[in-house]
């Protein structure tokens, strides 16, 4: 099975997105979203940026290969 996203209400209320790996590993959670469209519009967006975004390397005296 591949990851996959899930959407889920925290404890303030918000929706939020989790990104899965096959696993069942979480590897990222998103910030809150008013409302569902904005969540799967969120989702959208990160498959986007995942599919063709570069890597920045932000760590102090490491370099990336």
Same mark, same amino acid.
């Given at each position: 099975?591949? =990851? ?8 303030? =209320? ?13 590897? +990222?959670?998103? =910030? ?6 904005? +969540? ?20 102090? =005296?490491?370099?990336?290969?």
């Amino acid at each position: 099975m591949a =990851g996959h996203f899930e959407l889920f209400t925290d404890k303030d =209320g918000s929706c939020r997105v989790r990104l899965i790996d096959d696993s069942g590993n979480e590897l +990222a959670v998103s =910030g809150p979203f008013p409302d569902d469209g904005a +969540a799967l519009r969120g989702i959208t967006a990160f498959r986007e940026i995942a599919a063709s975004g570069l890597i920045e390397d932000h760590r102090s =005296g490491s370099s990336l290969p």
